[in-house]
T-cell receptor, first 115, second 111 residues
């Protein structure tokens, strides 16, 4: 069965560069959530989209932006990267908004290293 | 804070023993989910329990939910080395549909 696909799996960038992370949800899942997990830290919610509109916003820095496209995939754009942005970024998808009787399906994540 | 809290934050037990992890929360919930995360990997959904359920089983996993105490527990019976991972509870609030992660319990199964 198709899962949530994230690309790239690993990314190394220098300080002040930009990065774009992609998330492809499970087919027919219209909601995407982005999380950031620093080394040894718990996941922190960044932002979510439902039907291509931002549905909720968490601790996402102003340097980051995200959008959901017509095919429901989502991209997280990160600019002016800082060393502290090094983390595992993963997305999750779910059907029909956030109220669901099913668990969320998480991607394997993109490991971003800023040097 | 609506943050889910988990205890213990780290747990080491011998293989074959049972492991119990707890999650407490402060909001009213639609459902509560448990996830496992192997080191540096994505989260894997284990089990979901709805607010009107009190107990669920899945293989060696047993989850209980006490909405009056706003707490849940995850029991892994007959632990195995492969159970070594971090375990997170995830709460779906029915007040504002927010998803809240617990702090995670790092479980280490000793051979």
């Amino acid at each position: 069965a198709a899962g949530v696909i994230q690309s790239p799996r690993h990314l190394i960038k220098e300080k002040r560069e930009t990065a774009t992370l992609k998330c492809y949800p499970i087919p027919r899942h219209d909601t995407v959530y982005w999380y950031q997990q620093g080394p040894g830290q718990d996941p922190q919610f960044l932002i979510s989209f439902y039907e291509k509109m931002q549905s909720d916003k968490g601790s996402i820095p102003d340097r980051f932006s995200a959008q959901q496209f017509s095919d429901y995939h989502s991209e997280l754009n990160m600019s002016s990267l800082e060393l502290g942005d090094s983390a595992l970024y993963f997305c999750a998808s779910s059907p029909a908004g956030t109220v669901t009787n099913y668990g969320y399906t998480f991607g394997s994540g993109t490991r971003l290293t800023v040097v | 804070s609506q943050q889910g809290e988990e205890d213990p934050q780290a747990l080491s037990i011998q293989e074959g023993e049972n492991a119990t992890m707890n999650c407490s929360y402060k909001t009213s919930i639609n459902n509560l989910q448990w996830y496992r995360q192997n080191s540096g990997r994505g989260l894997v959904h284990l089990i979901l329990i709805r607010s009107n359920e009190r107990e669920k089983h899945s293989g060696r996993l047993r989850v209980t939910l006490d909405t009056s105490k706003k707490s849940s527990s995850l029991l892994i019976t007959a632990s195995r080395a492969a159970d070594t991972a971090s375990y997170f509870c995830l709460i779906l609030s029915n007040r504002d549909d927010k998803i809240i992660f617990g702090k995670g319990t790092r479980l280490h199964i000793l051979p």
